[in-house]
């Protein structure tokens, strides 16, 4: 089963160029997550499934906790932690992107394909 965000917009304090340690900027986050399948589903009971809600809002936290300079030093971050807090997950497909970084595209970014043994 897989579980998938698309352009989740948040506003990061990242980068490592001048403009960007004075401030906030837009990224984008695209995350699929390879989880196990729950053996019963209860479809009244959010709890016999991974709550979606808590992967985003583990994804916003990480990145405006505090500044990060690097792409890849917030996507390792999250991955660790949503490893770390969820073990039904077994593969993260993790994308973040800059959409205003360049004016000729319509975002630069970096991608982390991992598994749970990389962590």
């Known amino acids: 089963m897989k579980i998938f965000f698309n352009k989740l917009k948040i506003d990061a304090k990242i980068g490592i160029l001048e403009h960007e340690l004075r401030a906030t900027q ?15 589903v209860d479809d009244k ?22 500044h990060v300079h ?8 999250i991955s660790a932690r949503l490893y770390k807090e969820f073990d039904v997950i077994e593969a993260i497909d993790l994308k973040i ?16 394909i991992s598994t749970r043994s990389d962590f």
């Open 70 to 77: 690097l792409v890849e030093t917030l996507l390792l971050t």
């Open 97 to 112: 992107g800059k959409p205003a970084a360049f004016s000729d595209s319509d975002a630069v970014g970096v991608q982390l």
């Open 26 to 40: 837009i990224i984008e986050v695209d995350v699929v997550l390879e989880i196990l399948t729950p053996s019963a």
């Open 45 to 66: 009971n959010i709890k016999t499934v991974l709550d979606y809600r808590k992967i985003r809002d583990i994804i916003r936290e990480e990145s405006v906790r505090q």
